[in-house]
């Protein structure tokens, strides 16, 4: 059973517009959870870190949000760029010192 | 600053063949892992070493070795290639810890490898 579930699997955006993607996690007892971004033919790199204490942090045109109540997070992507397209990957870090990892959400933006 | 180093970057082989994949990492992490990413399945753990002498299986080892004699270094090694093998691999190292912020995943630039 996958501890972390990413979505929507894939989405096309137009250059410019906005988009949120969905990481719901039940993983436990929680770390940290990241968000990778992975180009095509390349390995994921990564874009922000949500401890259990942060609501929110911002990477540039990049914004991570974390309910740890809800054991939601989202990555909302502002005023997007052909460079954005890639494929974004929740990892979720228990306290057990494991990584259980979300399939992904597939952003293709077009011009 | 290279970070991790995989090769090689594209192989085919024919089935029962056998092969090593090698990795390499310079930021003195203890903590070494192999993942296999396939369509529609994400990143899955193939082995991984939580420093020089000791390796573990992850969520799919069958098929695969591992062995980590230095910090740097923790080849994957196929002994009889299938076709089931076919996917990209790739290498991640990181700190051991992962509470509070530590923990980040260094990828490789990724082997894809094809078994006929």
């Known amino acids: 059973k996958n501890q972390v579930e990413q979505s929507p699997q894939s989405l096309i955006i137009l250059e410019g517009k906005n988009c949120t993607l969905q990481c719901n996690y039940t993983v436990s007892p929680f770390s940290n959870l990241r968000w990778y971004k992975q180009d095509t033919g390349r390995g994921p790199v990564s874009l922000t870190i949500?401890?259990?204490?942060?609501n929110t942090k911002s990477n540039g045109r990049y914004t991570a949000t974390l309910d740890a109540d809800t054991k939601q997070s989202s990555l909302h992507i502002t005023a997007s760029q052909l460079s954005d397209s890639a494929s974004y990957i929740c990892v979720v870090a228990s306290g057990n010192n494991r990584l259980a990892f979300g399939k992904g959400n597939q952003v293709v933006v077009i011009p | 600053n290279a970070g991790v180093t995989q090769t090689p970057k594209f192989q085919v082989l024919k089935t029962g063949q056998s092969m090593t994949l090698q990795c390499a990492q310079d930021m003195n992490h203890e903590y070494m892992s192999w993942y296999r990413q396939d369509p529609g399945m994400g990143l899955r753990l193939i082995h991984y070493s939580v420093g020089a002498g000791i390796t573990d299986q992850g969520e799919v080892p069958n098929g695969y070795n591992v062995s980590r004699s230095t910090t740097e270094d923790f080849p994957l090694r196929l002994l009889s290639a299938a076709p089931s093998q076919t996917s990209v691999y790739f290498c991640a190292s990181r700190q051991t810890r992962l509470a509070g912020g530590a923990g980040e995943l260094f990828f490789g630039e990724g082997s894809r490898l094809t078994v006929l």
């Open positions: 949500m401890t259990f204490s942060e």
